[in-house]
């Protein structure tokens, strides 16, 4: 809906995602190697997509994100590096940022 949600290096965001968006994103990526996909968790995002029009207040992706709380109504998240321990740092607009 017309915001960044994550920036960082290719191996930062493939290897560390930590915007539940970017997650749920490569989830989804096909797998071509039969035994690669077994264990696999894919992120499936229930809700409507909402209209670029008329986006939701706060975080735009809130409507459909398993973290969302009432902060993700009220307060959009700016793009801030979180804390997360032992794994590389980049930018995430999320208040709930973490790694799965």
Known sequence: LGKMVEIGSD????????????QALLSAVPVPDPSGREGRERIILSGDIPSPANPPSGCRFRTRCWKA???CS??????????LEG??????ACHFAAVR
């Open 11 to 22: 191996e930062e965001i493939y290897e560390h995602a930590t915007h539940p968006y970017t």
């Open 69 to 71: 709380e009432e902060r």
């Open 74 to 83: 009220t307060e959009v998240p700016l793009l801030a590096v979180p804390s």
């Open 87 to 92: 794994r590389a740092a980049h930018e995430s």
